[in-house]
């Protein structure tokens, strides 16, 4: 509820500048804002589906399958936690109080980080195939994979009752491109295990660069 207050008073901000280039420029932020990172994602999975193929021979179902569960499970487990942290945050930033809201965003971090390292672990563990060359070293990246989505979800939060909207739009551009390129050069070497080793690579670094 409060992001999306936040947005709508930096949608209103803009649209009073009026005319047709006002609505054009609510339009355009209401996009990024809103559908940015996801509409960044979704493009870089075709991207690297569309020439990147060859990394992920060995089985591009379960390339899929491990980005596509690391976001519905991040949301479905910690979704509720999600929600109490955007509460209390947003309170400690309208008052002001950015040292207990930055150590809140820290802490939060480390309880998310280790139940979802938990979760991810018993995740990877009942995974088995023999068409996978290095399935361990997809193992420990599906992993990481989605520790990190939980982590970012976090950042996100807090960045963006900061309203920093296009901070994250550009840090989710810098983050595909690196996912691309580490999906294609490793996968040569590594397949499945190492396209699965270089978009998590991208993801790590939305989280450093956020």
């Known amino acids: 509820g409060e992001i999306m207050a936040g947005i709508g008073f930096e949608l209103q901000r803009v649209l009073k500048q009026g005319g047709m280039t006002g609505a054009l420029k609510v339009a355009l932020a209401g996009i990024i804002i809103v559908?940015?990172?996801w509409l960044i994602s979704i493009l870089g999975i075709f991207a690297l589906t569309r020439?990147?193929?060859?990394?992920?021979?060995?089985?591009?179902?379960?390339?899929?399958?491990?980005?596509?569960?690391?976001y519905a499970f991040s949301l479905?487990?910690?979704?509720?936690l999600?929600?109490?942290?955007?509460?209390?945050?947003?309170?400690?930033?309208?008052?002001?109080?950015?040292?207990?809201a930055f150590s809140t965003l820290l802490l939060s971090m480390i309880f998310i980080g280790i139940l979802s390292t938990l979760t991810a672990l018993a995740g990877v563990y009942f995974i088995r195939t023999d068409?996978?060359?290095?399935?361990?070293?997809?193992?420990?990246?599906?992993?990481?994979?989605?520790v990190s989505v939980?982590?970012?979800?976090?950042?996100m939060i807090f960045i963006t009752l900061l309203k920093k909207f296009m901070t994250i739009f550009l840090v989710y551009v810098l983050g595909m491109a690196l996912s691309f390129i580490a999906v294609y050069v490793l996968g040569r070497d590594y397949k499945l295990g190492g396209a699965m080793a270089g978009f998590?690579?991208?993801?790590v670094s939305i989280l450093i660069m956020l």
Do not use: C, K, M
């Not at 479905?76 to 509720?80: K, L, R």
């Open 131 to 146: 068409q996978v060359e290095n399935l361990l070293l997809y193992r420990i990246f599906a992993a990481v994979l989605f």
């Open 76 to 80: 479905s487990i910690f979704g509720g």
């Open 35 to 37: 559908a940015g990172p």
């Open 82 to 100: 999600h929600y109490i942290f955007t509460r209390y945050i947003s309170d400690l930033i309208w008052v002001n109080d950015n040292s207990r």
């Open 150 to 155: 939980n982590l970012i979800w976090l950042v």
């Open 200 to 203: 998590s690579i991208g993801q």
């Open 51 to 70: 020439f990147a193929g060859f990394a992920l021979v060995e089985g591009g179902a379960l390339f899929t399958a491990a980005i596509v569960y690391s």
